[in-house]
């Protein structure tokens, strides 16, 4: 029996009431068969309709994937440096803190940079018709950080950047407050543009980090991290 650390986040916790749990399985158990199996454990995460990623110590993997004793792995539910970093990657970075975007533009100038632009998404206190009070975010960390970074050095290889930082605020963000910057120089505009458009929509694909709407009424995963539209037993 292979003993393994199970991590859960945004909606599957809330559904299934923990955060983590160790349970024990055969050899060769998948963990496209250890998710079924917490469906079963867990009735309301039937209801999940949504596709759900897999990742076994913080690198993503198939459902096939078979992990060994002592292994983490990790439930994701969809989602809206060193010294052998490429030049041109900046900070990465997860924050509780309300986010510098000014630094973060300072830390991507350059002489050599004749463009630096900057994506800075912010609470909004409305959506779909509802009057939003805050929003908050959560992430799996370890795993996030190396995404953001990933996606960091893949638009350096797809444009000619100079350089790129993104930082992303978890826990409560209060209306008109910004929970994510990305800030990409360049010497020519079109590179920095086309850069910091990827960089945000790649992050609200594949970067671990979940958004709860808190409005008047209730409350709910949104975006693309929801699971289903909020109905009277789940708004509260």
Known sequence: ????????????????ATSELVREFPDGTTVGQIWAG??????????????????????????DFVPRAGDEVAF?????????????????QIVRE??????????VSHRGAGAVCTFAGTTRDNNVG??????????YEPMALSEMRRLAEEAGRRWAITRVAITHRIGI????????????????RGEAFEACRFAID????IVPIWKK???????????????????AREAH
């Open 76 to 92: 994701i539910p969809p989602v809206s440096g060193g010294v052998d970093a490429p030049a041109w990657l900046g900070s990465i």
């Open 130 to 139: 509802r009057r939003v009070i805050r929003l908050e975010y959560e992430a």
């Open 1 to 16: 029996m292979n003993r393994i650390t199970i991590r859960l986040f945004a909606t599957i916790r809330e559904r299934a």
């Open 38 to 63: 917490l469906k079963k454990e867990f009735p309301k995460l039937e209801g999940y309709r949504d596709s759900v990623g897999f990742a076994v110590n913080q690198e993503y993997v198939r459902d």
């Open 173 to 188: 963000v209060e209306i008109g407050e910004t929970s994510v910057a990305i800030s990409v120089s360049a010497p020519h």
């Open 202 to 205: 790649r992050l609200k694909e």
């Open 213 to 231: 709407e808190h409005f008047e009424g209730g409350e709910i995963w949104v975006g693309c991290q929801t699971s289903h539209p909020p109905d």
């Open 98 to 107: 309300p986010i510098d975007v000014a630094a973060l533009e300072r830390e």
